[in-house]
Structures are given as C-alpha cells and as structure tokens.
C-alpha cells in the first residue's frame, strides 16, 4: 500500500487541512458557517466513538479478568499494573514541578492581559470552580462509595461514570472466575464475540475519522479565534511560554520514563513503540479523549506491539480510566503558573500538597475532553490559590488537552507493554500493511 493511503497520515492530513481551515474561516468570517456545516461531522466522529466506550470497557474488562483464571493472578496483574500507573503518574508531577519552577512561565504575563483574560473567562472558571467543589467536597471513602453503582443500566447511561462499569466488570470477572469453567464459558464466549464486533465497528468507524478529525480541528480553532485573528494570536503569544512548559514536560516524561520503563521492562525501543501506536496517539491528540481512543489503542498494542489480549484487555480500559500522566503533569504546571501569574509564591509543602492532589485528581478525572481542568480546581484549592485564576489558562487549555490526553494514551500503552513483558506475553513487533490500516 502506497504511503499517502495509510490511514495515519490521511488523519495527519486531516489535522492539519482542519487546522488551515480553522485559520481561513476566521480570517475571512467563516467561523458561522464553519460552526454550523462543518462542526457537526467531527461532533458525529466522536460521538460514534463514544458510543462504543461503556460497551468496549465491559466486553473487554469481563474477558480480560475472567481470562486470568485464577484469584491469585489476577490479583497479582492488577496489584502491578496499578503500581506501575501509580508511580508514571507521581513521576509525571514531579517532572512539572520542576519544569514550571525552572521557567517560571507566570512571571512573562503582561499585566493587561491577565486583566483582560480574567474578564472573558471569568464565568466559564466559575462553572469549572462549582463543579469541583462538588467533587471536593467528597472524602477518600466517599470516593470509593461512588465507584459503586445502585443499578447497572445507570452506571451505563452516561460514559462519566466509567469507574462505575470498571467496577461492575471486574465483579462480572471475578464471580467468573469462580464458578466452573464449564459453566462460565457460554458467558465468557458471548462477551469475547461481543468485544470482536466492537473492534470491528471501530475499523469501520475508523474510516472516516480523517474526515472527523478535519471537522474537530477546524471547530477548535474557530472558538479560539472567533472572528478576531488578531486579539486571538495576541492571547496565544501570552501564553505560548506558559504552553511550552507543558509541552516541554510532557516530551521530558515521555522521554525520561517510558524510555526508562522500557529498559526496565522490556527491549523496544522507543521508536518502535511510536511507529507502532502512532494512530492512537493522533486520535487522542484530535479527540482529547483516552476513552473514545481506547478501542484503537486496544488494537495497536495487540496487533502491533504484540501484547496478548489476556494483558491488553485488563491494562488498557483500567488505565484509560484511571492513568493519566499528561493531566497529572499539566495540573501540576497550571497550578503553579496560576500562583506565580497571581504573584503567589508555593512553599515547598504546598508543592508536595500539589504532588498528592494532582496524582489523585487526574485518577479520578474521566477520561474526557476537559476534565482535567475541572480537576484543577481540587489542586488549586488544595494549596489556597484563587480559582479564578483558571481563566488565565482557559483559552489554550483546548490545544493542552489534546497534547495530554496524546501523552495519557501513550502511558497507558506503555505501561501495557511493562505489564506484558513481566507477566511474559509479550509477542513480536509487527508493523506490515495489513494492520497499517487503522
Ligand atoms: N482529555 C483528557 C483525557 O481524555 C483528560 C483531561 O482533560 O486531562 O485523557
């Protein structure tokens, strides 16, 4: 197959034409029509997406655990798999930490923009600032009280509640696992047929995601720019050093740890891995959503990196709900640029303070565009620092989501290929032209 028809680089083309468009429309005010006839075909992509999300964390999650066959597996797996998140995660707000405390990205903001950026974005930090407080007010018990559904068909009505079918599915797997193997089969075959049709409908899905991907671009841009180019680049120069912490910390723990993890864990390179999950990471960079990408993500470590479905399938929606090292990363720098924007200098225990809180607010942050800077807010409140100053940031935190959520998927990926070599199922490398296809 020649190159240009491989789906990555139709989504590459996609993203960037999507891009050029956003920029045109509001050059030459387009932005209506751009809202009206071009929007709803990427709205129609992501929903298709999120559509097949609580169906795919069940199927799989139910197979995964029940393929583990036996208490102690599975808890020896899962115990693993969550340390190695837990510890990605912690590592990824150490290195923010640092990256934002050596730029000190707050301290370039001219006076008049943060002026005017509190002003316009003043009511939308205030929406973000009500629903945190909700979500703070719960304790760690509360919590996990939450994950815990009164009834099945709830939990599965809306995709924020992902914990919730986490946790159903693992319970599904568990009473699995315990009953005779004869008996578990029929259940066990119909969740695994189910779980190919899913994959299969994501192939088909997948088809038109350049065409999606073109749509959720040229949206964004548009809502970034409005019909005033000019004040929109002004606020993005602003703001660039701030954006570039972030960037260059996520680079920093995609470089360090996963390269780390890897030498630890396993004998790819970092380049092969890449190579391998590209279009994942192009679909989470334009959905900003780990969970729409999940079922492509699936696909790529299991056709690709050679990951057996038995790991893929238990490491990869857990992670998708609960690992996010990109959110974790950017709500550490975001916190610290808010307080240094605001003149506000963190001690060393209110940087420790954000160290905990950012780790436990991105596991708790769905995996969904936005969500992790209604989490923000429980890190800002946990070291005093004004909400409000959330609207500082509210205006690229778009363009960040989709480079963390690129990063969130990435981790997850990652810490699926550690998990499967140590468990020793891990297959080959394989990259032919077949499975180029999504
Ligand atoms: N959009 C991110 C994700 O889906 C979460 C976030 O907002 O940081 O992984």
Avoid at 7 to 14: A, E, F, R, V
Avoid at 89 to 112: C, K, R, S, Y
Wanted: hydrophobic share 55%; with cysteine; charged share 15%.
């Amino acid at each position: 197959m020649k190159w240009y028809k491989k789906l990555h680089w139709k989504i590459l083309l996609g993203l960037i034409l999507g891009l050029l468009w956003g920029l045109f429309a509001s050059f030459i005010g387009l932005t209506e029509f751009t809202g009206s006839y071009i929007r709803p075909l990427g709205t129609i992509f992501i929903d298709l997406l999120r559509l097949i999300a609580v169906p795919l964390v069940l199927c799989s999650l139910v197979v995964g655990v029940a393929s583990l066959n036996d208490m102690t597996r599975l808890s020896k797996m899962g115990g693993k798999t969550v340390g190695i998140y837990l510890v990605t995660t912690f590592l990824a707000v150490t290195i923010g930490l640092t990256i934002v405390n050596v730029m000190q990205p707050g301290a370039t903001l001219p006076d008049e923009t943060r002026a005017a950026l509190i002003e316009s974005y003043g009511e939308r930090a205030d929406a973000s600032g009500a629903a945190a407080d909700q979500l703070a007010e719960r304790n760690i018990l509360e919590f996990f009280a939450d994950m815990v559904p009164q009834n099945f068909f709830q939990a599965a009505s809306n995709n924020s509640n992902m914990l919730q079918i986490v946790f159903v599915a693992i319970l599904l797997g568990v009473g699995l696992v315990n009953i005779p193997a004869q008996k578990g089969e029929p259940v066990i075959l119909f969740f695994d047929s189910l779980n190919d049709v899913i994959i299969k409908i994501v192939d088909l899905i997948m088809k038109t995601a350049p065409y999606g991907v073109f749509a959720l671009m040229a949206a964004v841009i548009v809502d970034l720019a409005g019909d005033n180019l000019g004040q929109a680049l002004l606020l993005l120069r602003a703001l660039a050093w701030y954006g570039l912490a972030v960037v260059i910390g996520l680079l920093l723990h995609v470089l360090i740890v996963y390269s780390s993890l890897f030498k630890l864990f396993s004998k790819m390179k970092l380049r092969d891995f890449f190579k391998a999950i590209q279009p994942a990471i192009l679909l989470g960079f334009s959905t900003s959503s780990s969970l729409a990408t999940l079922p492509v993500t699936m696909e790529r470590v299991e056709k690709n990196l050679g990951v057996s479905d038995e790991v893929s399938s238990f490491v990869l929606p857990v992670g998708a709900t609960i690992n996010m090292d990109g959110t974790s990363l950017y709500q550490a720098v975001a916190a610290v640029f808010i307080a240094q924007a605001l003149g506000m200098d963190l001690t060393i225990a209110q940087q420790l303070t954000i160290v905990l809180t950012a780790t436990a607010a991105s596991i708790g942050a769905a995996g969904v565009p936005g969500a992790g800077i209604i989490m923000l807010v429980i890190v800002l409140q946990s070291v005093n620092v004004p909400v409000e100053g959330i609207a500082l940031i509210l205006g690229i935190d778009r363009i960040l989501d989709m480079v963390r959520t690129a990063v969130n998927v990435t981790g997850d990926a990652a810490v699926c290929v550690a998990v499967a070599y140590s468990e020793g199922k891990l297959g080959a490398l394989h990259f032919d032209d077949e499975s180029e296809n999504v």
